[in-house]
Nanobody
Framework: QVQLVESGGGTVDTGGSLRLSCEAS????????MAWYRQAPGKQRELIAT???????HYRDSVKGRFTISKKNGWGTLYLQMNSLAPEDTAIYYC???????????WGQGTQVTVST
């Protein structure tokens, strides 16, 4: 089992920045890929950034050049640096981990990000 706890959400003005963190614990050695998702009110949850064991990263087009995913201490901590925030970035942001060999997927509880106009 893997436990994920997000932090760093809050309210920021348009154009501002936030850094989200996700602390992973438990059987983190089983993780292959971690990601950040977000879900805005009335919309489906969407994938915004992923990072692999080899530090390969991939981003949703709408956040490319503004958001950066990174990790520290192996899979101990996952980050999402968000710059040039816009009102359409307002959502609950979720940390996700996939352990492919054991066919398991884990989610954090989410952290709210609100970008005001």
């Amino acid at each position: 089992q893997v436990q994920l706890v997000e932090s760093g959400g809050g309210t920021v003005d348009t154009g501002g920045s936030l850094r989200l963190s996700c602390e992973a614990s438990g059987s983190i050695f089983t993780i292959n890929v971690m990601a950040w998702y977000r879900q805005a009110p009335g919309k489906q949850r969407e994938l915004i950034a992923t990072i692999t064991n080899g530090n390969y990263t991939h981003y949703r087009d709408s956040v490319k050049g503004r958001f950066t995913i990174s990790k520290k201490n192996g899979w101990g901590t996952l980050y999402l640096q968000m710059n040039s925030l816009a009102p359409e970035d307002t959502a609950i942001y979720y940390c996700n981990a996939k352990a492919l060999l054991v066919s398991a997927e884990y989610w954090g509880q989410g952290t709210q990000v609100t970008v005001s106009t």
